[in-house]
Each structure stands twice: as structure tokens, then as C-alpha cells.
């Protein structure tokens, strides 16, 4: 999954040092110089949390600076001294703040979490006092009302076109009681996102079961019970078997446990993380935020906080995406229901003597894989060794593109188990450098995503400045002296985020603010999950897929039988992700500012989708932080919306070889390269050739032949 790290308060900033004289409280403080490292990457090492707040407080005031130099010039607005001044500032703050807010999501601790806090109304004020800055909103709307005049290339008439709507949006238009009254829902919404994920992550640490009698973790692999047991150990637990919500610890519970009530604990306690009326419950944070946002939007000139969110997506309104879920959900919860079906007969073969419930969905499904398709998770893990697979995207980006991977562990980084890469062209001249966290930890938030510590861009004078690219997972580690060895879910997973730090790396664009991931909503996910395609492709697997012990290739003999299954339990797949995508939906389209509760409501949407009780959706709302305190509010249905794009475009890799270099370069220079620089359907067509039809993904889906 793609998190970007939106430093909201910096609308278009860019990267690099700040030279600001030092003061005595400034003395050892990373922040207040050059960066005396490889490509300008931060000197983790160095920087210790006491360095964060007054270097933001420096930077906050850095920034104040910029923009009063930009408002008080006496020359007339021009595209040069007012657009790109105003990209073009507030370094230190980005500077800053993409260390801090990158850490505070891979390695947190209770003070990082209270300066988040402390941050929260700072950042929101700054960020108000920029948008809702009446001079300098004047100034961008005579570039904007002249924009004619100034003989504009695309990417900078992009860049203009942006920022006015960035303004107006951020409601530079109202009158002062609505710009006041604006202030205070920000604020607030800003507070509520940081506490809506800080009680995600501690539901989620907080969580454990400890088993004492082995006969109770029947069925179990004795790869993930190996685990089980190093992690006991760890917290204390010396000869039993620990399980948390993790979900390396998780899933392999759901998948393979014989006890039923194991399961269901586990499951339970992932489901109900924010519903447990506790001092963690997020139903009326959630709630409110709703609220909030509904009455941000109609006082910007809205119907919803839908309708405001996707004028700048692809799919440009609500309906458009509701009309589009609901013909995916037309066809998903038929196949759902016959699944469900299948598994309840499965139950009744065997005699248990159960009605199939949320928690024995995976457990009878692997049980049916099995029986039908001959195919055991379990028989392809050892074939997914993490270094493998790793090292498998870097070659399949070596045949596309010509990149190079080149380890460099003596990279400064934030955290032991992260792996460091300089990426270079074939020719060898740096492009970036990459970083790699794999494994979960108690700092760490869950899911997979990618980010920067620097985005891409050109200096005024037109100097090149490399990307810093960070990608994040939480896959099962290494234990019992075997290494990592992966899922095929984790698999994809890999090649997933690197799609996207392709997108990061490869990114070619003069205006940070319109560099790499910085596009629609609904586009982003095409680099990433085009990228999965490829790790499906038997000529991939053949050069990473080989056994952890003897380096034998995966067999044929598999390969056949994934391929075989390869549309086997979709309909639960598309059911779970599509009522979440309408969940989603739902919560964003009220129109009034009333706070619901949100048990109740949650379920008469998903009783409008249809979906079957065997079946939960994918994010239930106290715990959807891709919603609630990510970036994705109004957006989760990009995920299916970019499938319909990358199985388009990937057909065209197949029509003329998955490493046709042709077709590879059509797609760096059209879309990895440009970012956020032209229109995403207009990139799309460029590279190829026309607009995508759904067809490749119903096919891929299974619910076409």
C-alpha cells in the first residue's frame, strides 16, 4: 500500500540545506546545516528527537520570510518572481519535516507522538495563514488572470494552474467570518487524524495471545510456530507461543489453525482495533471528522467532501465513482456469495459441524486451494526468500530501464534492519538513493507504503537534485535460523511499493511540487500495481523464485497450479475492498454536520453493497486510516480505478514482450518521468496510444472469460 507523507502546511516547497547562522541553541543540531553526507541524505545518526522542534520553529519562521519577501517586492507579479518564488520556498521546513514525519510512521516512540502534537495546530495555522494570505493570493491571481502574457511552457502553465485552484481551494475566496471559521475546522481535523492513527497503532501493539500448550496450534507450519516462539521469548514469555496483530503473526493463525477459537480471537482482535469503547475507541473521532469535513467543503462551495476531494482526480465527481463501484460490486457479490457457498459445503464434506464464519473464511480456503488446484501457500514460500525477491524487482527494472542497485550499507540510515541501494542508470550517473525497511516493529505503523526524504527536482539555475526514496514494509522476518521467506501476498506487496519508488526515482520534472507521486489520486496506483504484473510472469520468477536451500527454480509444476488459480477467491477479494471503497464513499458524501454513530452507520452502508455476513469488509471505520488519518478520504476506490489502467497498459507490455524497450521507455517518459506535470489521461494516451478499457481487469478478476 502507498502512503505519501503529505506535508500539508508546505503546498510547494523544495528540498535542500538551510544555511541559516547558528545559534547556540543551534549548535549540533543537523537541521541548521549542509547535510556533510553521500547525495545530502540526513544524518540519522545525528539527529536526535530534541533537534525537531527548534529547527521547526526556525523553519516555520524561515518560511514566514520567504512569503513576506515575495508580498512586499515592489515589481508587478510576474510567473518568476511570484509562482516559482512561492515553489521555490520554505526549504528548511521541507527540510525538516520530510525526516520528521517519515520517522514518526517507521520509528515512533511516545516523544516523537507528543511533538506531532505540539506540531499539529502549529502546521495547521501555517498553512492557513499561507493559503488565506490576502497579498500574496493577489499576487498569484494576476500571473493567473494574465497567464497569457508570459509565454508559459506546460509544466509551468501546470504549475500555475495548481496553485491558483491550491489557493481557492484552500478558500483564499472567502470572506473573513468563513476564513476564520475555516481555521477551526482544520485545526481540528488536523488533531483528530494524528489521535485516529496514534490509537490504531496502540490497539494494535496492545494486543497479544500467549499459548502454553502446543496442541492448540495444530495445523500450524512450523516455519510460522519457530517465529511464534522467538517472539514469545523476546517479550518474556520462555517456552510458549506469542500472536499479535501483525500480520506475519496474524495470518498464518487464520490460515492454517485447526482451533477455531484461536482464530476467531485473533480476528476479533483485528477487527475491533478503534471499537473498543476504551481510551483508544475511534467511532466518534471518526465520526466528527466526517463532520467536520462536510462543513469544509459546503463552506467552500461543495456538496460534499467528496465532490471537493475528486474535482482534482480523474474520476472528477461522486457519481462517477459510485456509478463505477457499483457495477464492479454488480458482478463481485454474486461470485462472493457462491464462494461462500462452496466453502459452507467444504464444512459440511468434512463434518465439522460449523456454519462458516469471518473467522474460518482463510482457513477453508486454503483447505479448498489445496483440494482443488493441489496448491499449498505453504510449498511456495520457500521459493520467496526476501533477498530474492528483492533483488528479482531490481532485475526486472534492470531489463526495462537499464537501472542499477548498488548496496551502500554504509549509508547513514535511521534503524538497523534497513537496507540502503545507490540507483544509477546503466551507464552508472546516480539517479537516487533508495531505502528498505522490511520487518514490523512496535514503532512502526502496519502496511507497506513509500515515501521521501526528498523528492525530485531542478534548482532556479537548473541543477539536477536527486530523489531520496524510502520504502516500507512489515513482512514476516527472518526466525529459527531460516531467512525471511515471503507470501505470495508479501511478493506482490515488493513489487507493489517499488512501483511507486520507480515513480519517486525516475521522476523528471523541474517543479517539486509536481515531481514523482505528486498526481491524482486515482493515477498514483498505476506505477505501483502495473509492477505486480511482471511478478507473476514466469520469465521473472525464473531468476528470482529459486529455494532458499538448494537454488532450484519453482517448478512448472507450481507455476501451473497458480496459474490455475489465479481467479480462486476473488469474489471475497473484490467484496471486501469494494464495500470498503463505498464505506468510504459514504462517509464522504453526507451532507450535513451531523456526527452519526458510527457502528450504525457503517452498517447500513454495507448493507446497501450487499455485502454477505461471512465476509468483513476489508477496513471497517475505526480502524481505516487510509481514510482517517492517511490520504486516501474519498479515494480508496483509486485502488480498482488504477487496476483498470494497469492491466490496460500492461497488455501492452504482452502484445510486444514484457521487456520490449520500446514499450518500457513509452511508459518512463510518459508517466514515471512526468509526475503531476500534464493531464493523466493525456500521459495515459501518450504512452499507449489510446484510453484504457476495463476488459483486462474483469478478465484478470475472473469475472470474464
Not at 454536520?593 to 476489508?618: C, H
Request: net charge negative; aromatic share 12%; with cysteine.
Amino acid at each position: 500500500m502507498f502512503k505519501k507523507i503529505y506535508l500539508f502546511i508546505v503546498i510547494t516547497t523544495l528540498l535542500g540545506a538551510c544555511t541559516a547562522p547558528e545559534k547556540p541553541d543551534h549548535l549540533g543540531n543537523p537541521f541548521f546545516s549542509e547535510y556533510d553526507t553521500p547525495y545530502g541524505i540526513p544524518p540519522f545518526e545525528l539527529i536526535e528527537t530534541d533537534h525537531f522542534m527548534p529547527a521547526f520553529e526556525a523553519a516555520l519562521e524561515e518560511h514566514k520570510s520567504d512569503i513576506e519577501a515575495i508580498v512586499n517586492q515592489e515589481a508587478e507579479p510576474t510567473f518568476i518572481n511570484t509562482i516559482e518564488a512561492f515553489e521555490r520556498s520554505g526549504k528548511m521546513l521541507d527540510k525538516v519535516g520530510s525526516v520528521f514525519y517519515n520517522l514518526n510512521s517507521s520509528l515512533t516512540s511516545d516523544t516523537m507522538q507528543a511533538i506531532a502534537r505540539e506540531l499539529s495546530p502549529m502546521m495547521s495555522k501555517h498553512s492557513d495563514d499561507i493559503m488565506l494570505n490576502p497579498e500574496l493570493f493577489a499576487r498569484i491571481k494576476s500571473v493567473y488572470d494574465n497567464r497569457d502574457q508570459f509565454n508559459l511552457n506546460d509544466e509551468q502553465h501546470m504549475l500555475l494552474e495548481k496553485m491558483y485552484k491550491r489557493f481557492v481551494r484552500g478558500g483564499a475566496l472567502l470572506d473573513q467570518t468563513a476564513q476564520d471559521q475555516l481555521r477551526k475546522l482544520n485545526e481540528e481535523l488536523s488533531m483528530l487524524s494524528l489521535q485516529f492513527g496514534e490509537n490504531i497503532l496502540a490497539e494494535t501493539n496492545k494486543f497479544e495471545v500467549v499459548i502454553d500448550d502446543k496442541s492448540r496450534l495444530e495445523g500450524i507450519p512450523d516455519n510460522f510456530l519457530a517465529a511464534a516462539a522467538e517472539a514469545a521469548t523476546e517479550a518474556g514469555y520462555d517456552g510458549k507461543w506469542l500472536f499479535t496483530l501483525q500480520k506475519p503473526s496474524m495470518l498464518p493463525v487464520l490460515q492454517y489453525a485447526n482451533d477455531r477459537d484461536l482464530r476467531e480471537t485473533l480476528f476479533k482482535g483485528y477487527i475491533m482495533r478503534g471499537d473498543n469503547n476504551d481510551d483508544f475507541d475511534n467511532k466518534k473521532i471518526l465520526s466528527r471528522m466526517a463532520s467536520l469535513r462536510a462543513q469544509r467543503a459546503q463552506l467552500l462551495g461543495y456538496k460534499n467532501h467528496a465532490a471537493f476531494v475528486l474535482e482534482q482526480n480523474m474520476a472528477k465527481n461522486p457519481e462517477t465513482v459510485n456509478a463505477f463501484l457499483d457495477e464492479l460490486i454488480a458482478a463481485a457479490m454474486p461470485m462472493a456469495k457462491k464462494e461462500a457457498k462452496a466453502l459452507q459445503q467444504l464444512i459440511n464434506k468434512r463434518k465439522d459441524a460449523i456454519t462458516l464464519q469471518p473467522w474460518d473464511w482463510w482457513y477453508y480456503a486454503e483447505i479448498l486451494r489445496k483440494e482443488k488446484f493441489d496448491l499449498d501457500e505453504a510449498e511456495m514460500r520457500p521459493y520467496f526468500k526476501l533477498e530474492n525477491v528483492r533483488d528479482g524487482v531490481f532485475e526486472t527494472a534492470n531489463r526495462l530501464w537499464g537501472l542499477q542497485f548498488v548496496p551502500k550499507p554504509d549509508y547513514p540510515k535511521y534503524h538497523e534492519d534497513v537496507q540502503v541501494f545507490e540507483v544509477t542508470e546503466a551507464d552508472g550517473s546516480h539517479i537516487g538513493v533508495l531505502y528498505m525497511d522490511f520487518f514490523p516493529r512496535a514503532s512502526k505503523r502496519g502496511g507497506a507504503w513509500m515515501s521521501s526524504f526528498r523528492k525530485q527536482y531542478r534548482t532556479a539555475e537548473g541543477k539536477m537534485v536527486t530523489p531520496i526514496i524510502t520504502t516500507n514494509f512489515n513482512f514476516t522476518a527472518p526466525s529459527a535460523g531460516k531467512p525471511a521467506l515471503l507470501s505470495w501476498d508479501e511478493v506482490q506487496t515488493t513489487f507493489h511499493e517499488m512501483g511507486h519508488a520507480f515513480h519517486g526515482l525516475l521522476s523528471n520534472a523541474t517543479y517539486n511540487s509536481l515531481s514523482g507521486t505528486s498526481v491524482p489520486r486515482d493515477f498514483v496506483e498505476l506505477p505501483s500495481q502495473i509492477m505486480e504484473h511482471w511478478a507473476a510472469e514466469p520469465e521473472v520468477m525464473a531468476f528470482y523464485a529459486r529455494h532458499y536451500e538448494t537454488g532450484e527454480v519453482i517448478p512448472q509444476t507450481i507455476l501451473d497450479k497458480m496459474e490455475k488459480s489465479a481467479t480462486f477467491n476473488q469474489g471475497f477479494a473484490m467484496a471486501e475492498f469494494l464495500s470498503a471503497a463505498a464505506l468510504d464513499m459514504d462517509w464522504h458524501t453526507i451532507t450535513d454536520a451531523k456526527e452519526y454513530d458510527a457502528t450504525e452507520f457503517e452498517n447500513n452502508s454495507l448493507k446497501e453493497t450487499g455485502l454477505i455476513p461471512e465476509i468483513v469488509v476489508r477496513y471497517r471505520s475505526p480502524y481505516f486510516s487510509h481514510i482517517f488519518s492517511g490520504g486516501y478520504s474519498s479515494g480508496y476506490y483509486s485502488y480498482i480505478w488504477s487496476e483498470v489502467l494497469d492491466s490496460d497498459a500492461f497488455e501492452a507490455f504482452k502484445e510486444h514482450g514484457i521487456f520490449d524497450q520500446e514499450t518500457a521507455r513509452l511508459f518512463r517518459e510518459n508517466v514515471l518521468a512526468r509526475g503531476g506535470t500534464a493531464d493523466p489521461m493525456e500521459l495515459y494516451v501518450a504512452f499507449r496510444g489510446q484510453k484504457p478499457t476495463k476488459d483486462a481487469l474483469l478478465r484478470n478478476r475472473g469475472l470474464i472469460k
